[in-house]
């Protein structure tokens, strides 16, 4: 995704500036080549030195520097994406002004690359009406701005509006600037993720052993391609996806209750999760002692989410469901995208070693209705998430 891109990384003066060698590093590592430009203030709060050892790149801080008389019209003209992280409420003033009397405001004004900022001051700061209205401007003008965010700031623990977002936020928005314009785009996404859970009695619980990671890996792909997107999960240990709306849910009826809700407003339905198919007939509403030395359950299947779904599918609805498989994993798939009226399934095979649950790999085969059959080999599941989102713009033209 990186390989091969261009990034100017500006950097001002404040002290989330160290964040930024770790978004510099995190950069430099997936291939791209990072030119570091330190304002005057930055220089105050961390070295040139650091950056240059991570970037393996020189790195320039003044107009005046010897052999740098146009390097703020080739820093712009070259970039794929320029990233200012942190930006203070005093670059975003001088920025939407169009002021340009240093290296780093001067490359601003002459990039015909997209701008991502990411704020980072003080509360008070942040609140003031003309931080807004530069923030405003510059956002009419094109610019992209993620955060800041709550937390603790320089000032002290509490929490307060105007950190800097994270390296790894930052990361995801400036891939979704960069590549967030292709089919997807303003497409809204509707997608399953995790296991279900259900009662036996206030403590036990009936689930499986679904870890989450492929439908989050799929969220926030979908939405790093420029689509809109919730999520609605189970109960799972998965961050949050960044950008993306997420509805947490315990039950199967609860995730089926909440995909009905969104499917009449969505273009993509992705159902990645494994919800419960049986819970127990009858939940006890007080633990079952282990003294009484046993019991026996009986159980009722539970709704099919998708066919659940048949009678409110609308026709610019792309349906793409799951199959965990096992003995003839595709023949099982192709004949469930057939019974559940499927635009494109993603098969499993559940025997394969490093694929399905529990495990950050997998392997699949993607099929759809027209005949199409991709096989994706074993590989990280970020990856697989890609290749299903590869088929499905393939799929919707």
Same mark, same amino acid.
């Given at each position: 995704?990186?390989? =091969?891109?261009? +990034? !100017?990384?500006? @950097?001002? *003066?404040?002290? /989330?500036?160290?964040?930024?060698?770790?978004?510099? #590093?995190?950069?430099?590592?997936?291939?791209?080549?990072?030119?570091?430009?330190?304002?005057?203030?930055?220089?105050?709060?961390?070295?040139?030195?650091?950056?240059?050892?991570?970037?393996?790149?020189?790195?320039?801080?003044?107009?005046?520097?010897?052999?740098?008389?146009?390097?703020?019209?080739?820093?712009?003209?070259?970039?794929?994406?320029?990233?200012?992280?942190?930006?203070?409420?005093?670059?975003?003033?001088?920025?939407?002004?169009?002021?340009?009397?240093?290296?780093?405001?001067?490359?601003?004004?002459?990039?015909?690359?997209?701008?991502?900022?990411?704020?980072?001051?003080?509360?008070?700061?942040?609140?003031?009406?003309?931080?807004?209205?530069?923030?405003?401007?510059?956002?009419?003008? =094109?610019?992209? +701005? !993620?955060?800041? @965010?709550? *937390?603790?700031? /320089?000032?002290?623990?509490?929490?307060?509006?105007? #950190?800097?977002?994270?390296?790894?936020?930052?990361?995801?928005?400036?891939?979704?600037?960069?590549?967030?314009?292709?089919?997807?785009?303003?497409?809204?996404?509707?997608?399953?993720?995790?296991?279900?859970?259900?009662?036996?009695?206030?403590?036990?619980?009936?689930?499986?052993?679904?870890?989450?990671?492929?439908?989050?890996?799929?969220?926030?792909?979908?939405?790093?391609?420029?689509?809109?997107?919730?999520?609605?999960?189970?109960?799972?240990?998965?961050?949050?996806?960044?950008?993306?709306?997420?509805?947490?849910?315990?039950?199967?009826?609860?995730?089926?209750?909440?995909?009905?809700?969104?499917?009449?407003?969505?273009?993509?339905?992705?159902?990645?999760?494994?919800?419960?198919?049986?819970?127990?007939?009858?939940?006890?509403?007080?633990?079952?002692?282990?003294?009484?030395?046993?019991?026996?359950?009986?159980?009722?299947?539970?709704?099919?989410?998708?066919?659940?779904?048949?009678?409110?599918?609308?026709?610019?609805?792309?349906?793409?469901?799951?199959?965990?498989?096992?003995?003839?994993?595709?023949?099982?798939?192709?004949?469930?995208?057939?019974?559940?009226?499927?635009?494109?399934?993603?098969?499993?095979?559940?025997?394969?070693?490093?694929?399905?649950?529990?495990?950050?790999?997998?392997?699949?085969?993607?099929?759809?209705?027209?005949?199409?059959?991709?096989?994706?080999?074993?590989?990280?599941?970020?990856?697989?998430?890609?290749?299903?989102?590869?088929?499905?713009?393939?799929?919707?033209?």
């Amino acid at each position: 995704m990186w390989q =091969g891109r261009r +990034v !100017v990384l500006g @950097v001002t *003066g404040g002290i /989330a500036a160290y964040k930024s060698v770790h978004l510099a #590093r995190a950069l430099s590592v997936r291939g791209a080549t990072v030119d570091v430009v330190l304002s005057h203030g930055a220089t105050r709060f961390i070295g040139v030195a650091t950056f240059e050892a991570v970037t393996r790149r020189r790195v320039v801080t003044s107009l005046w520097e010897p052999g740098t008389a146009l390097e703020h019209v080739t820093l712009g003209e070259q970039a794929d994406l320029i990233i200012v992280a942190p930006a203070t409420a005093h670059l975003l003033a001088r920025a939407a002004q169009g002021m340009a009397d240093d290296l780093l405001s001067a490359t601003l004004l002459a990039a015909r690359a997209p701008v991502l900022v990411a704020p980072a001051m003080n509360d008070e700061m942040f609140a003031q009406s003309a931080t807004a209205a530069n923030l405003a401007h510059l956002r009419e003008r =094109g610019w992209h +701005v !993620v955060g800041p @965010v709550v *937390g603790p700031l /320089a000032e002290g623990p509490a929490d307060r509006p105007g #950190r800097m977002s994270e390296p790894e936020a930052i990361l995801a928005h400036a891939e979704r600037v960069l590549y967030g314009e292709g089919p997807l785009q303003h497409a809204k996404v509707l997608v399953t993720a995790g296991p279900t859970r259900e009662a036996i009695d206030p403590v036990r619980v009936v689930t499986n052993r679904s870890s989450g990671r492929m439908g989050h890996a799929l969220a926030e792909a979908a939405w790093r391609r420029g689509a809109e997107v919730t999520l609605v999960t189970g109960p799972t240990g998965e961050p949050p996806p960044h950008g993306v709306t997420v509805l947490r849910v315990e039950t199967t009826s609860e995730m089926a209750a909440a995909v009905r809700r969104h499917l009449p407003s969505s273009d993509v339905l992705i159902m990645a999760a494994a919800p419960a198919d049986y819970r127990p007939v009858t939940s006890r509403d007080t633990k079952l002692p282990r003294s009484e030395g046993g019991f026996t359950l009986a159980f009722e299947a539970t709704d099919d989410i998708l066919l659940g779904t048949l009678a409110e599918r609308h026709p610019r609805l792309t349906t793409v469901g799951f199959a965990l498989e096992t003995g003839d994993a595709v023949a099982k798939g192709r004949a469930k995208l057939r019974r559940k009226q499927l635009d494109m399934i993603v098969v499993n095979d559940a025997l394969e070693p490093g694929a399905g649950f529990e495990v950050p790999t997998n392997a699949v085969t993607i099929l759809d209705v027209h005949g199409v059959e991709t096989r994706v080999s074993l590989r990280d599941k970020a990856l697989v998430a890609e290749a299903i989102l590869d088929a499905i713009e393939a799929y919707r033209g």
